[in-house]
Nanobody, 128 residues
């Protein structure tokens, strides 16, 4: 099992930027594929971005493609999500998630049920 702690959320105006971080502990970080999800009030949790365990592959939801960038630093056991060009509809609690079991190097996961461990979330609020 891995322990995940997100940080970096906050209140920002439309068009602004934030950088979310997710610190991982408890398992070799490079053995896990990672992802970011978000959940707005009254809505289901939705996929945002995924990255393979060594960082060679990434995948984005259409709604954030070209604005958000997922990355990881395996030496520092940290996952990142750079949010640029924020819109009010990006307002949500953002969660990082870990898929263990040493998946194939290029494997990416987009469904919440595919992930084993979750952080507690960090709030992102975008004002218009």
């Amino acid at each position: 099992q891995v322990h995940l702690v997100e940080s970096g959320g906050g209140l920002v105006q439309a068009g602004g930027s934030l950088r979310l971080s997710c610190a991982a502990s408890g398992r070799t970080f490079s053995s896990a594929a990672m992802g970011w999800f978000r959940q707005a009030p009254g809505k289901e949790r939705e996929f945002v971005a995924a990255i393979s365990r060594l960082g060679s592959s990434t995948y984005y939801a259409d709604s954030v493609k070209g604005r958000f960038t997922i990355s990881r630093d395996n030496a520092k056991n940290t996952l990142f999500l750079q949010l640029n060009g924020l819109k009010p509809e990006d307002t949500a609690v953002y969660y990082c998630a870990s898929k263990g079991g040493n998946p194939r190097r290029s494997s990416l996961y987009t469904q919440p049920q595919e992930y084993d461990d979750w952080g507690q979330g960090t709030q992102v609020t975008v004002s218009s």
